[in-house]
C-alpha cells in the first residue's frame, strides 16, 4: 500500500512538473501577442515608449523572459526626427502566439497573404481570444497608424494625422489612429486588412470603443 501510494506521488508530481515546463516554454517561445489592454487613455500611450512599455510589462507579467518587446506603430515625423514605421521596429521574425503557433516567419510574410494572423491565433498574452465581429463588444480594431506595408499610414482627410499626435492624445478634434482588424471581418475589402482597416472616430477611449476596439496593441519581441 505504502509503495502504491509513493509511486502515484510520485507520478502526479512528475504530471505537475511536465505541465510547468510546458506552460513554461510556450510563454518564453511566444513572441506575438495582442495586447490584453490598452493606455485606458485612448490612443494616448506615451508615446512610442510608452506603447512599448505597455508591452514589456504585460509579456513579463505573463512570463515571458528575457525578450525586447515593441508595439507595432508608425509615428509621423516630429520635431526633427524622421518617421518611424511599424515594420522596422519588430525585429525580423519568426514570431509564434502564446500557444506555440507561428504567426509569421518573417517581416515579409507578415505583411503577405500568407500571415497566419486570424481570429483564432491573434491571441493575448494571457492565451486570450480578442472579441471580434458578432461578439459583444466587439473590440477587433488594432492600433497601428500604418498602410497595409507597415510604412506610415498617410492622413485622410479631415483628419490631420493618422497617429493621434504620435500616440500622444487622447483628444477628439482633427486627429484619428489608422486600426486593423484582429480577426479581419467586417464590410468592405479593407476590413480583412489585420493592420490597415480604417481609421478611428477620434482618439479619446470613448471614440476607440465607438469604432469598434478598446486601444488594444499588436507587440511582438525583436530578439
Given at each position: 500500500?505504502?509503495?502504491?501510494m509513493s509511486a502515484a506521488f510520485v507520478l502526479a508530481t512528475t504530471l505537475v512538473v511536465m505541465v510547468s515546463f510546458d506552460v ?21 500611450l506615451g508615446g512610442l515608449a510608452g506603447a512599448d512599455k505597455i508591452c514589456q510589462n504585460l509579456a513579463t507579467a505573463a512570463g ?18 524622421p518617421a518611424v514605421n511599424a515594420k522596422d521596429r519588430i525585429g525580423s521574425g519568426p514570431w509564434y502566439n502564446q500557444k506555440g ?123
Open positions: 500500500m505504502i509503495k502504491w513554461s516554454a510556450q510563454q518564453n517561445q511566444m513572441s506575438f501577442f495582442v495586447s490584453s489592454v490598452g493606455s485606458g487613455n485612448g490612443a494616448n515571458s523572459r528575457g525578450k525586447t518587446w515593441h508595439a507595432y506603430l508608425s509615428a509621423a515625423a516630429a520635431n526633427g526626427q503557433v507561428m504567426i509569421a516567419k518573417s517581416v515579409a510574410d507578415l505583411h503577405s497573404d500568407s500571415n497566419n494572423i486570424k481570429k483564432d491565433t491573434a491571441l493575448t498574452e494571457k492565451g486570450g481570444i480578442v472579441n471580434g465581429v458578432g461578439d459583444t463588444p466587439n473590440q477587433h480594431d488594432i492600433l497601428t497608424g500604418s498602410q497595409a506595408d507597415g510604412t506610415l499610414q498617410p492622413p485622410t482627410p479631415p483628419n490631420t494625422d493618422a497617429t493621434c499626435g504620435n500616440w500622444t492624445s487622447a483628444t477628439d478634434g482633427m486627429g484619428a489612429a489608422q486600426l486593423g482588424h484582429v480577426d479581419r471581418m467586417g464590410r468592405g475589402a479593407a476590413a480583412a486588412s489585420w493592420n490597415s482597416s480604417h481609421p478611428s472616430r477620434g482618439c479619446s477611449q470613448q471614440n476607440l470603443v465607438a469604432t469598434g476596439g478598446n486601444g488594444y496593441l499588436y507587440c511582438f519581441a525583436t530578439n
